[in-house]
């Protein structure tokens, strides 16, 4: 069993975005990993153990061959990486950075799964899983909240608005898992230490062979504003009494 | 201009982000649907109320229904001609212009909260940064352009009645991909009124401190109130409440006449889905906490002496 995991490097969420002058994010100092793609690490882990061998690969698209995030992917466990770092991709849409990561799943070799986050903390589209998949010309499971491998094919519990589906694919496929699928594990000091010689592929666009023309991105920011900003109304502290304030403050709605 | 909306259905209605969608398109040109689904006879003449002139029609039996609306919509462009197509930012609206992009060959839009055209310009709004931030992008592509849009972006109203007319389209072959097969549908029990559509939404997060107190704080709160009860994801992830009940960024944006919000903090992802609400009140025990920003009325106290006071009274 040997399963791609894809993982994104982000600027630290805590820390409040910015756009550069260009309208892009911005992605200036360290990178770390996307908190939503540590569920597809330790799911990926899981999967290979139960299997009872194979490996996990990782394979990250970010600026400035970036690579402290996939460290702490490969602390946790996974045994190589595939790292593109190319300043051709800067700004780069969904559709080119699902170009990109298929690419690198080709490149890794005979692989039976490839899973992802449903969507990334900073660029939350939740298109590039089933785009990957299309690429690659396999099947989809997008949104899983349990995943199970059996016989050459992936069942898992697909997230829908009213409870779940019950949806099936054979592998090779791509599977999108939620957040709060499996519990990730903390890197142990051996992992992070054996993460540190563990082997990263660096790689540019034309070693993928792709054809930096065709990667353009034909969508163009037009302008950039501040939403209106909703004022605060009013403020009080609870001595015993707010219950009274509230109860009039639903009766003025006429909600009661 | 001629849009095509990605229709999706709840048993045998559209579903309301169609519906949204289907009434801001009227406004900017011709509309037409694509249905994947074996009831297409039963939606359609919802459709042709909300403006809907064709319902292009395609059964995906058992397979990911996504997979086949996108091989679907890619034999029939070129021959129809769309210059825009809307998908809802939902399940499987995402699996579908996911597919159909890659199919095409076109960027994708999501996470759209607005939407303009003037002539052949189509402009789709974004909120980035928790809503605070309004970002609007034009398509330079070759028609047909791709957005998703974000449930309650819209406000959805019948009119400009048409034929609701359906067109059959045969089940493509989407390769490989439509082994994605779905076996079971399971569906949650629900009481009172869909989270998304309720007048009132009661939220409760980390605050209410422990998974049993949901149920006599928030849910009870909501019961008496005839509303729907909402959480964070921080409650969710924890396993206290399922999924279904998220609000925010990665869960439901929800704009009823009242949100109250019961031991959450108000981070920016909680917030983009739920500022939209014409009023709000906080319960938090923290006077810094930022929901109070956005607050018409803020309580500083604790959940559990304010909540079990208020139902009382109520
Ligand atoms: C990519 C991404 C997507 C996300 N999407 C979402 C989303 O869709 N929805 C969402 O909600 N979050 C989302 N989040 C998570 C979000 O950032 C916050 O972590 C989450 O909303 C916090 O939930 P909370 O307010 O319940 O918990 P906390 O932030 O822990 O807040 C708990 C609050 O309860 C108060 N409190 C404690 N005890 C009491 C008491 N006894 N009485 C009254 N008040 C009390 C505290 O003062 C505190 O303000 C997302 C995060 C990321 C990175
Ligand atoms: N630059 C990237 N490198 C590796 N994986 C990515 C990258 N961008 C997106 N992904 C994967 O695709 C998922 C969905 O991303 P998005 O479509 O941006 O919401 C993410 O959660 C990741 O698993």
Redesign the pocket.
């Known amino acids: 069993m040997n399963v791609v995991v894809?993982?994104?490097q982000i600027p630290d969420p805590a820390v409040p975005g910015q756009l550069d002058t260009d309208h892009t994010l911005k992605r200036e100092g360290k990178l770390i990993l996307?908190e939503?793609?540590s569920y597809?690490v330790e799911m990926a882990l899981q999967l290979v153990d139960k299997a009872g061998g194979g490996e996990v690969t990782l394979?990250?698209?970010?600026p400035n061959a970036e690579v402290s995030g996939l460290r702490t992917a490969l602390a946790m466990g996974a045994a190589k990486a595939i790292l593109v770092s190319d300043d051709v991709l800067s700004g780069a849409d969904?559709l080119t950075?699902a170009k990109v990561?298929a690419k690198c799943v080709e490149r890794a070799g005979d692989i039976d799964l490839v899973l992802?986050?449903t969507?990334?903390t900073d660029?939350?589209?939740?298109?590039?899983?089933a785009q990957v998949a299309e690429l690659l010309g396999w099947p989809s499971l997008t949104f899983a909240k349990e995943v199970h491998l059996e016989e050459g094919t992936a069942k898992i519990q697909r997230q829908t608005e009213a409870g779940y589906d019950v949806v099936q694919a054979n592998l090779p496929a791509v599977v999108s898992v939620t957040a709060g699928v499996v519990e990730p594990r903390y890197p142990s000091f051996k992992g992070i230490m054996a993460a540190k010689s563990k082997p990263v592929d660096q790689v540019s666009t034309s070693d993928l062979g792709l054809d930096a023309a065709a990667l353009a991105a034909n969508q163009s920011i037009t302008s950039v504003t501040a939403a209106p900003a909703r004022e605060a109304g009013e403020k009080l502290e609870d001595d015993g009494t707010a219950f009274e304030k509230v109860v009039e403050f639903l009766d003025g709605l006429k909600v009661i | 201009m001629k849009i095509w909306v990605y229709a999706e259905a709840e048993g045998d209605a559209p579903t309301t982000a169609t519906l949204e969608m289907v009434t801001k398109a009227r406004e900017c040109g011709t509309v037409e649907a694509v249905f994947v689904g074996s009831n297409a006879a039963a939606i359609a003449p919802a459709l042709g109320e909300y403006g809907v002139a064709k319902v292009f029609a395609v059964d995906a039996g058992k397979c990911l229904s996504g997979i086949i609306g996108a091989a679907a919509i890619a034999g029939l462009v070129e021959a129809e001609a769309p210059d825009l197509i809307l998908f809802a930012q939902s399940y499987d609206g995402r699996d579908a212009i996911a597919r159909l992009s890659v199919k095409l060959d076109r960027t994708v839009l999501t996470n759209g909260v607005g939407l303009s055209v003037e002539g052949d310009a189509i402009t789709v709004r974004g909120a980035i940064f928790g809503g605070n931030t309004l970002v609007d992008t034009k398509f330079d592509g070759p028609a047909p352009a791709l957005a998703a849009i974000r449930p309650k972006s819209f406000v959805a109203e019948a009119g400009g009645a048409a034929a609701g007319e359906i067109v059959n389209v045969d089940t493509p072959d989407a390769g490989r991909a439509s082994e994605a097969q779905v076996l079971e549908t399971i569906v949650e029990p629900r009481e009172g009124p869909k989270l998304e559509e309720a007048t009132i939404v009661v939220s409760g997060g980390r605050g209410i401190g422990a998974a049993e107190n949901y149920e006599p704080l928030v849910d009870e709160l909501a019961k008496l109130l005839k509303g729907a009860s909402g959480a964070s994801r921080a409650i969710v992830d924890a396993g206290w409440v399922p999924y279904s009940k998220q609000v925010g960024q990665t869960g439901k944006t929800v704009k009823p006449k009242l949100y109250i919000a019961l031991g959450i903090s108000g981070a920016t992802q909680h917030m983009v889905g739920m500022k939209g609400s014409d009023n709000i009140l906080a319960i938090n025990k923290d006077a810094e906490a930022p929901i109070f920003s956005v607050a018409d009325l803020g309580i500083v106290g604790d959940v559990h002496k304010v909540v079990p006071k208020l139902i009382e009274a109520l």
């Open positions: 894809c993982v994104k996307d939503s793609d597809g394979i990250s698209m970010a969904s950075t990561l992802t986050a969507e990334s660029g939350y589209t939740g298109t590039i899983p």
